[in-house]
């Protein structure tokens, strides 16, 4: 089972479920585990669920003990139709996070660009305490009547102040007010906050939910790479998302600047690529699909400026990868005698190097041809 496709919460959604069926749903909770287990899908779950009209007015119906734990997460669902349900929508608020918009729900987390949790999230900017922020919100009434649930996102990162104007209202939450905050582990969290709130300990996901993961979001091509990069995981997707991501927007910047550069050097470049590709892991899977990567961006690079030379501007603005390549085509076509058939050359090249890995040739091998090959294309201009 999997509630609401959130992998390994099940036993602690039937505890929600229970306590919601039984109307002894308390109001502050702490959400602990290692990053990238589910725990915000979850919240952002369990939200949906307990804002529907028809999960609060369930409330204070006895439980029926005849009830299997899949039939009560069966019935632990929003309904999808009520007007809660209906104003529920996922947004991306910033790239690259999804959090919810509901008039009933509020969301505070750790801004990127600073240390701790700032206070004025939680009890408004100096100048208007108490007139805004989450406490303030929550202190007014809901708009639909119903339930209100706030997430904060972060709790490791309270200062004491923060944590100190939260006490309240986490010890007596407002009526129909539901808190979770959301943090890495108990331990890290103030013993004030800690014993105000009931706690969810997330275990790390099973390695077959990470590979299942992937495969379905079509982060990998194969079951092959997913379950490569799941045994890499330690069972948290913000690690899988790592080695699949990690440091491939500078390397790409390192390679471009590189092959825009003119004459290339062929050895030096043949070094860096490898390093990348074998940075993260020594397993197969992995460094080919970090090798792919490369290929892939030389690809659309050699594409792009295939185009910029032969003025063909009737196609492409809509391809993969085409803003990321864009300056570095530019800077080639000022600065290096590339031509149109320079360009098709060095994609085709490319695009052979790429198959190769699909043949299961040795990569430093491929890396290194293909870069001598390119770089005896770049003399002969
Ligand atoms: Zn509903």
Not at 18 to 30: C, E
Not at 357 to 380: G, H, Q, S
Request: proline residues 5%.
């Amino acid at each position: 089972m999997s509630w609401q496709g959130v992998f390994g919460a099940d036993e602690i959604a039937i505890q929600f479920a229970r306590a919601n069926r039984r109307g002894r749903l308390g109001g502050s909770f702490l959400f602990v585990g290692p990053q990238g287990v589910g725990k915000r899908v979850f919240a952002f779950a369990l939200a949906k669920t307990l804002l529907c009209r028809r999960q609060f007015l369930n409330e204070n119906q006895s439980l029926d003990p005849s009830l299997s734990p899949a039939e009560l997460l069966e019935q632990f669902q929003p309904c999808g139709e009520c007007a809660s349900c209906r104003e529920f929508e996922l947004n991306v608020s910033t790239p690259g996070a999804v959090v919810p918009t509901h008039p009933d729900f509020h969301y505070v987390c750790k801004p990127a660009d600073k240390s701790l949790l700032p206070l004025e999230l939680l009890v408004g900017a100096k100048d208007e305490r108490m007139q805004s922020g989450l406490c303030y919100e929550l202190n007014q009434t809901s708009f639909l009547g119903g339930r209100r649930v706030a997430v904060i996102d972060d709790a490791d990162y309270f200062n004491l102040e923060g944590a100190n104007a939260l006490l309240k209202t986490l010890e007596e939450p407002p009526k129909n007010t539901i808190i979770i905050l959301i943090g890495t582990s108990a331990a890290k969290q103030l013993p004030t906050i800690r014993s105000r709130c009931q706690i969810f300990r997330f275990q790390p996901l099973p390695e077959d939910a990470v590979a299942d993961i992937l495969l379905t979001q079509g982060k990998v091509a194969s079951p092959e790479e997913a379950e490569a990069i799941a045994r890499n995981s330690g069972g948290s997707m913000t690690e899988a998302y790592r080695a699949l991501n990690s440091d491939f927007s500078q390397f790409q910047h390192t390679l471009l600047t590189e092959l825009a550069r003119g004459k290339i050097k062929g050895v030096e470049l043949a070094a860096k690529v490898c390093e990348y590709v074998d940075k993260e892991s020594k397993e197969a899977p992995i460094r080919r699909l970090r090798l792919q990567n490369v290929l892939k961006a030389a690809i659309a690079y050699y594409r792009a400026l295939y185009r910029a030379l032969s003025a063909d501007a009737l196609h492409g603005t809509g391809e993969p990868g085409a803003a990321a390549v864009a300056p570095f085509v530019r800077r080639a076509v000022q600065s290096c005698a590339a031509t149109p058939e320079f360009a098709l050359d060095c994609a085709e090249r490319t695009i052979d190097a790429l198959d190769q890995i699909d043949r299961n040739a040795n990569l430093p091998y491929i890396v290194e041809a293909w870069l001598y090959d390119l770089a005896a294309l770049t003399r002969a201009l």
